[in-house]
């Protein structure tokens, strides 16, 4: 059993940063890939980013793309989501995801194994 913690979210006005961090418990940390998923109300689960094993490959969202990055720490057993120039539209909970059994990117929910409990990010405009 891997435990996953997000945290870092929070109130933003839009053209602002925050960054997420997510801790997973695991000896084999650095050899999960990661990923980040986030939920509107009323939407969804959609696919944020995604990092493999080594952090030498990532995935992005068209939607975030160029504004967010994705990164991890593996003396930390740590994943980062760096997100910058926040819109209205990024609001929702935003959700870390291990992937186990296999070092590589998954964009897609199925992929993943382990899921933290979400963090509220807000962006007012």
């Known amino acids: 059993q891997v435990q996953v913690v997000e945290s870092g979210g929070g109130l933003v006005q839009a053209g602002g940063s925050l960054r997420l961090s997510c801790a997973a418990s695991?000896?084999?940390?650095?050899?999960?890939?990661m990923g980040w998923f986030r939920q509107a109300p009323g939407k969804e689960r959609e696919f944020v980013a995604a990092?493999?094993?080594?952090?030498?490959?990532?995935n992005y969202a068209d939607s975030v793309k160029g504004r967010f990055t994705i990164s991890r720490d593996n003396a930390k057993n740590t994943v980062y989501l760096q997100m910058n120039s926040l819109k209205p539209e990024d609001t929702a909970v935003y959700y870390c995801?291990?992937?186990?059994?296999?070092?590589?990117?998954?964009?897609?929910?199925?992929?993943?194994?382990?899921w933290g409990q979400g963090t509220q990010v807000t962006v007012s405009s």
């Open positions: 995801a291990v992937r186990a059994l296999y070092g590589s990117i998954a964009t897609h929910r199925d992929g993943y194994d382990y």
């Open positions: 695991g000896r084999t940390f650095s050899s999960y890939g």
């Open positions: 990092i493999n094993w080594s952090g030498g490959s990532k």
